[in-house]
């Protein structure tokens, strides 16, 4: 009876067993599978500029897989997941470096072969660079710039003359020099010339769409550019007696007196330094010395130490003096820094001198006297069989003043009756000398039928100490061979002096020669012999008719 209810029992709940153990069954594998972890990223700056490296760590992938690093759909890097199997313990990490791109936010993404990601941002800010940290005045500075606008314009470097710290925008004095735009990933470069300012670091900055106001957004800290005190020779090179000029820039800001010096002699030139920190030019003279290299410092108030320097380098070479000047006069040649005791010449127009150095270099003296035609005239030396320098002396190049006419005087009548028969006149005309410089070698004068001498009948050239001249008046009686007809005429007169400098012409004045045209002296003549004639006959014939 008792087996019977058990069998009864059984069979009676032995549906609902199975179902519970068939619900059994499933829930092991569930059991045994791990919760899915999440994929995330983050980096250990999420802003800053190109080139930054920073470090991108991730967490909930699977271990083993490889990881890809990418910014902006671009491969930076790739790593290996590490950990256990349960996903929430895997790890990685990765460097990267920020690569060039434009202002703004950017994607830093990680992902695996099966495609799991994770995406964190990134901001890029506008930073500027240079390549050269210190120089002069005048030097080309590189600068170069990342992380601005995409294409962006109005950018402007600011460069300030002051030595002071700046952060953003202020009142110190500067200069800005114009960038024509950056690229599609913000990027820029741009020379500029290192205006005058004084000695000292100078901060440089940069600012964008021309707003003042973005300069505090601009990271300059690697920008600075230290100026290092110079100096400049109008001329590195030249001879003893030469005159150059001397500037220099870079010097503390109204530092006061500086002076120059050329081989520790004594101070040669001295001047004071401005507000920008230039001083100059100061001008001197090459003193004498030996050929070769000389050292010409500044130096600040009574320091011994030199600030700056530069090298002259004097070569062989001859000067005159004076340099300039008119015909006849005497001017010497000076030679100094040639080897001793050498043969040389010196030649000057069609004279030459020879002459032998002294032991010190130099020429002994030597002297010519100035001829020829205004203007430059070379003075040249040889030495060494082919080795020449030269010198200029300048012919002055004043032209003579105006002769002052006298006679014939404006519109006078000249040539007796016999001259006017003749049809030959030969006028006399008369002028006040002009002196010049140079001394007058001759005049010029000019004789024509119409005021504007297009095409005179005498054009002569006439000797200074032409005869009939007497103290400051010239005098000139045409030649038979210029010999004038009757006629109205015009004459002037124009001094030339020895080097050859023409003076403008005189007023020209006007002058009648001969009473009658040849024609009419001849008919004139006629009637009057026929006049004669005539009364002579009428006379005789009277005195026929007493007679009778």
Not at 236 to 241: E, M, N, R, T
Not at 368 to 379: D, E, L, M, P, V
Not at 466 to 476: L, Q, V
Not at 489 to 497: H, L, M, N, S, T
Request: with cysteine; aromatic share 12%.
């Amino acid at each position: 009876m008792a087996i019977c209810f058990i069998i009864v029992c059984t069979m009676k709940f032995l549906p609902r067993f199975i179902i519970a153990f068939a619900i059994c069954l499933l829930a092991i594998p569930a059991l045994t599978t791990p919760v899915q972890a999440s994929t995330t990223i983050k980096l250990s700056e999420y802003e800053g500029y190109m080139g930054d490296e920073i470090e991108v760590s991730g967490k909930g992938f699977t271990a083993g897989k490889t990881v890809y690093i990418y910014y902006d759909e671009e491969l930076q890097d790739e790593t290996s997941v590490e950990g256990g199997s349960c996903k929430c313990h895997t790890t990685f990490t990765s460097d990267i470096t920020i690569p060039e791109s434009s202002q703004g936010y950017h994607y830093i993404e990680a992902r695996t072969g099966s495609g799991r990601t994770a995406t964190a941002e990134f901001i890029v800010k506008p930073k500027i660079s240079q390549d050269e940290k210190s120089g002069h005045v005048g030097d080309i500075v590189k600068v170069e710039g990342s992380g601005f606008p995409s294409e962006g314009t109005g950018i402007n470097i600011r460069y300030y003359l002051d030595t002071s710290d700046h952060f953003g925008l202020d009142s110190s004095p500067y200069v800005d020099f114009p960038v024509t735009h950056a690229d599609t990933l913000g990027s820029w470069e741009q020379e500029f010339a290192v205006p005058a300012s004084t000695g000292g670091t100078h901060s440089i900055d940069a600012y964008y769409d021309d707003e003042e106001s973005t300069l505090d957004e601009v990271n300059n800290d690697e920008t600075s550019f230290k100026i290092r005190p110079s100096m400049v020779l109008s001329s590195d090179s030249g001879y003893v007696g030469d005159t150059i000029a001397v500037s220099g820039a870079g010097f503390a800001r109204d530092e006061g007196d500086v002076s120059l010096r050329y081989d520790d002699s004594e101070e040669l030139a001295d001047g004071n330094v401005d507000e920008y920190g230039d001083w100059g030019p100061l001008n001197f003279t090459i003193p004498p010395c030996a050929k070769g290299d000389h050292l010409i410092e500044v130096f600040h108030d009574s320091s011994s130490t030199a600030f700056a320097s530069a090298t002259f380098t004097v070569g062989p070479g001859i000067s005159l003096s004076p340099a300039m000047g008119y015909a006849g006069q005497t001017f010497s040649v000076v030679g100094t820094a040639f080897d001793p005791n050498i043969m040389m010449k010196i030649s000057y127009q069609d004279q030459t001198s020879s002459v032998t150095t002294d032991d010190g270099g130099n020429l002994p003296n030597v002297t010519f006297t100035a001829s020829g035609k205004h203007g430059n005239q070379q003075i040249s030396a040889t030495y060494d069989g082919s080795s020449t320098c030269s010198a200029t002396f300048h012919m002055e190049g004043t032209p003579p003043g105006e002769p002052s006419l006298i006679s014939p005087i404006n519109a006078e009548r000249i040539g007796g009756l016999l001259a006017s028969f003749a049809g030959k006149i030969r006028p006399q005309f008369e002028w006040l000398t002009v002196t010049d410089a140079s001394g007058i070698t001759s005049y010029n004068l000019q004789i024509a039928n119409s005021m504007d001498f297009s095409a005179p009948v005498v054009s002569t050239s006439i000797a200074s100490g032409n005869p009939g001249s007497i103290d400051d008046t010239a005098a000139y009686t045409l030649p038979q061979e210029y010999a004038l007809s009757y006629g109205g005429y015009y004459w002037r007169v124009k001094a030339i002096d020895a080097a050859d400098n023409e003076g403008d012409w005189s007023e020209a004045q006007s002058f009648h020669a001969g009473w009658l045209p040849r024609w009419a002296m001849f008919a004139s003549s006629a009637a009057l012999l026929l006049l004669i004639i005539v009364i002579g006959l009428a006379i005789r014939r009277r005195r026929g008719y007493y007679y009778y």
